[in-house]
């Protein structure tokens, strides 16, 4: 064999390596991974914190789960939040927002004197349970829709807890907090990361 030869076969693989690696390249180029910019999905009620209320969406837990170890204390300063518009007080006066002394249990839009929009007074058959409070704070807007308090909600559902508990000790005759729910739904929450971690590897080497 004569140089010449030689020549031919190394132009060959040099010719071959080029093209694997033009190719690899080129498919990097058409299949580069991006992060969505926008994720897919809205998560509705986080409009005070989207980060935090995104995990806490997913994770979120009945409220009798957050009521039954609420912080009162904690729950006093939340209620600052919503000072401006309410009074808690016994005997306090409707100021933009009804008073709320005794709200927890009471009629919903039933505070003489206050002039609740058609949205809450649509609701007026029902009471301030646990529940429907905690539904009315998460989003008071996709709770009654067209109601008229300005406010986004408590995104964190501790926070949540808090202020509701605090609101309870605001009676003349306080409500006993609901007792924590079973827990069943930790073991799903649990194996959702460990499926996440087993995907990634397959994930890496299909790359
Ligand atoms: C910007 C003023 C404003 C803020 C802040 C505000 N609210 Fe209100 N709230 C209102 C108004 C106005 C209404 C009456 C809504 C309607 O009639 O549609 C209302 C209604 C309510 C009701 C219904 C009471 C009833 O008698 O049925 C509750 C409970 C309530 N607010 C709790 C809270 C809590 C707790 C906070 C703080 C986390 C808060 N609000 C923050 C203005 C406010």
């Not at 067209?146 to 009676?171: H, Y």
Request: aromatic share 8%; charged share 20%; hydrophobic share 50%.
């Amino acid at each position: 064999m004569d140089s010449f030869e030689w020549n031919k076969i190394f132009g060959g693989l040099l010719a071959g390596l080029v093209a694997v690696l033009g190719v690899s390249i080129a498919s990097d180029m058409m299949f580069a991974r991006h992060a969505p910019e926008k994720p897919g999905y809205e998560i509705a009620g986080a409009e005070e914190a989207p980060a935090e209320g995104a995990a806490a969406a997913d994770a979120e837990k009945p409220a009798a789960f957050y009521l039954a170890s609420a912080d009162v204390a904690k729950g006093e300063a939340v209620f600052k939040k919503c000072a401006a518009c309410h009074n808690a007080a016994p005997g306090g006066a409707n100021g933009t927002g009804p008073a709320l002394h005794g709200v927890i249990g009471r009629p919903i839009a039933s505070h003489a004197g206050f002039a609740y929009s058609d949205a809450l007074k649509g609701m007026a058959g029902k009471a301030w349970s646990w529940d429907e409070m905690w539904a009315w704070l998460k989003s008071p807007k996709a709770y009654a829709p067209g109601n008229k308090m300005s406010f986004a909600g408590i995104a964190k559902p501790e926070d949540r807890a808090a202020v509701i508990a605090w609101l309870n000790t605001q009676s003349a005759s306080p409500l006993p907090l609901p007792a924590a729910p079973a827990e069943e739904a930790a073991p799903a929450a649990e194996a959702a990361p460990a499926d996440a971690a087993a995907a990634a590897p397959a994930d890496a080497a299909a790359k």
